[in-house]
């Protein structure tokens, strides 16, 4: 009966009635751009109709590309079900630290990033037949890096299918890209969504968010509630509110269930936004724009959007990171209310003006490409042999200034020669595996000297994660906050990360204990096994220096140099580009102030901050990057000008 239902689910689907269509024009073309509403069924039905039409005769595997891990997993997990086989089989995924497959693999799901990684060991893409570039108009870092290959792959491969997939009404934009390829589109999405804008623009958004969910909840029939606002302080905000005024309104309105969900949150607290609702309650799930694509909850007819998003952006000039909130796209909005309609016909509330829709948002996202740093990049097209990377086959070009400044920064820790090649630092063996700052792979290949290979080691593990490292409910800050005390150490954050990591001991309790994300611990061991397996393969040892901190702060001003500060009378600048900073509230050096920091990145959010600094001596920085910095600009200055401390000295007083 399962299998029967299962089946008259997949007839169901938009898709469906095009399958004879779309199999002949992937016949006759060889790349295809499909576009579909999310919800038509393309992740899931395309490769099984591929699959049955003898895409995969010869041992051939069909590969399906996703940007995010969570639907990698979970689409591969339904397809196993739909075709009633083992996951891992015939069907499986392979994610960063986690691979599901096995010789009889034929459907193989991923991440974008591991379809990167098996361009390295196999250039060509050999073994498979068709590749599926799923969730195109997300023009994420690692798509956009695909889509430059695999056009390139494509024009000698005749025999291989690219189909190129997106749910907006950007497609016009990727056929042009893929000389010119034909779009197929699925028309139609489940039920139809009705939209409504307000009147007049809102003046604080949440509030406005908090009172609309409370008129749906006490007027509109039965059906679930998504809200999308920017981060985890507004969620968690939002979520208050409306607690409390459900509290204060007491039994003369239904079950309201409020349950947030964003990236930092511990596994089984995102697990309870998928359970069922109870009978004679309401689900409101408060979301960041991870349930705009990636996520689909089952039972939401109403999607509240108030229009933002938080979007990290790069300055090449000042190396800063911003996280800034801004009015999400036209593209975005429309997937937003897409959401309402997958179980029945939805409404969308969307808390600004038509006109303001029309008029004040732009047509899509900018691609990530133009807004972030490049270093990850330029290595991996570097290790892949294309040294040109100017002339490189992008969508949207990066800007100029961000790939010189990820070149120079290359240049200086010695990863690249004089000519722009890859040295001998066997980086390339490195290839993608840092999923994180790539600087981290940097030090590490410089720290030998320092004896301190295993501290380093376990550091750049936890720095991969470290924003999620510590968990802060609102109700318990107190306690939270004396938990991170614990672990302070003299030296500076990095240190702080060394010490919990050492002291975790993997104990899920202990986590529990200390308001430490055990997920963040598990998978910043994984990427530590990862490196250390990396390690023996080029051939460097891992020692220990004993708790001693010093060549530990070297080793990370060696693969760090040009991310210093210096305190002066106005507070820290920067050294080179003399640009004012600030620590980070949550640092363990918030209130030391030592003179000379090395910080690991530069984030706006409400000011600039210093994220995870730590104290270092001026001197080390000649001793480890003499062609970055002349001794006169490292003169300590700011000694002959900062107040000496009152009192008298032990001389003194004689």
């Known amino acids: 009966m399962k299998k029967q239902s299962i089946q008259e689910v997949r007839r169901s689907l938009p898709i469906f009635p095009y399958r004879e269509d779309l199999l002949a024009a992937i016949n006759e073309h060889q790349i295809l751009v499909i576009e579909g509403e999310t919800g038509s069924g393309k992740t899931t039905q395309i490769p099984q109709y591929l699959l049955e039409d003898g895409y995969t005769k010869g041992g051939m595997k069909i590969g399906c590309t996703q940007p995010r891990r969570v639907a990698a997993m979970s689409v591969a997990a339904r397809v196993a079900e739909e075709m009633s086989v083992k996951l891992g089989n015939e069907v499986g995924y392979s994610i960063r630290f986690e691979d599901c497959t096995s010789e009889r693999t034929v459907l193989k799901y991923m991440t974008d990033g591991m379809l990167l990684r098996e361009f390295l060991t196999e250039p060509d893409l050999a073994s498979y037949s068709v590749i599926i570039i799923d969730e195109a108009h997300e023009r994420t870092l690692h798509t956009d890096i695909l889509f430059g290959l695999i056009k390139d792959i494509a024009r000698f491969r005749s025999d291989l299918k690219v189909l190129v997939a997106s749910a907006t009404l950007d497609t016009e934009r990727f056929s042009c890209f893929f000389d010119d390829a034909p779009v197929f589109r699925i028309p139609g999405r489940r039920f ?41 302080e507004e969620i968690e905000a939002c979520c208050e509110l409306l607690q409390e005024r459900c509290r204060r309104l007491g039994s003369k309105i239904a079950e309201l269930l409020v349950l947030p969900i964003y990236a930092n949150l511990p596994s089984d607290m995102q697990a309870k936004i998928f359970n069922p609702t109870p009978p004679g309650a309401r689900k409101v799930v408060v979301a960041t724009n991870i349930a705009e694509t990636s996520l689909t909850i089952d039972g939401i007819i109403y999607v509240i959007d108030p229009g933002f998003c938080k979007q990290k952006s790069y300055n090449a000039r000042t190396g800063m990171e911003s996280l800034i909130v801004t ?62 990377l100017i002339h490189f086959d992008f969508m949207d070009p990066p800007p100029h200034e961000t790939l010189v400044l990820a070149l120079e920064q290359l240049y200086a820790l010695g990863a690249l020669n004089h000519l722009g090649e890859l040295t001998k630092v066997k980086l390339s063996e490195f290839k993608i595996h840092t999923g994180f700052h790539f600087c981290n792979i940097c030090s590490l290949m410089l720290f030998s000297r320092y004896k301190c290979s295993e501290e380093v080691l376990t550091i750049a593990a936890m720095l991969s994660v470290n924003n999620s490292i510590f968990y802060r409910p609102k109700d318990k800050v107190v306690h939270a906050d004396n938990a991170r005390m614990n672990f302070v150490v003299p030296g500076g954050d990095h240190l702080v990360l060394l010490n919990v990591y050492n002291q975790s001991g993997y104990s899920t309790q202990w986590c529990y204990e200390n308001f430490i994300q055990f997920r963040s611990m598990r998978r910043a061991r994984d990427v530590r096994d990862q490196l250390e397996g990396l390690m ?117 007083l004689g």
Request: hydrophobic fraction near 35%; charge should be neutral.
């Open 192 to 232: 139809p969504v009705d939209i409504f804008y307000t009147k007049a623009p809102e003046a604080d958004y949440l509030e406005a968010c908090v009172v609309s969910v409370l008129q749906i909840h006490v007027t509109q029939p039965p059906g679930d509630i998504l809200v999308f606002l920017t981060g985890q």
């Open 327 to 388: 009015p999400c796209s036209r593209a975005s909005a429309n997937q937003r209310a897409g959401r309402a309609g997958r179980v029945a016909a939805g409404k969308c509330f969307r808390l600004y003006t038509a006109w303001a829709y029309k008029h004040e948002m732009e047509e899509t996202t900018v691609p990530e490409i133009q807004r972030t740093n490049l270093g990850n990049v330029v290595l991996l097209l570097k290790s892949l042999g294309i040294n040109d």
């Open 536 to 652: 023996d393969r080029i051939e460097v040892e891992v020692v220990s220096c004993q708790g001693d901190s010093v060549p530990v702060r070297k080793a990370v001003t060696a693969g760090y140099f040009y991310h210093t500060a210096r305190l002066s009378k106005g507070g820290y600048k920067t050294v080179k580009h003399q640009q004012t900073v600030y620590v980070h509230p949550n640092s363990s050096l918030f209130e030391e102030q030592p003179r000379w920091l090395i910080y690991h990145e530069l984030v706006f959010t409400t000011k600039e901050f210093m994220r995870q600094v730590i104290e270092i001596e001026s001197g080390w920085l000649l001793e480890v990057a003499p062609h970055y910095y002349k001794s006169k600009e490292l003169e300590d200055s700011s000694s002959k000008k900062m107040p000496r401390k009152q009192g008298k000295t032990k001389e003194e």
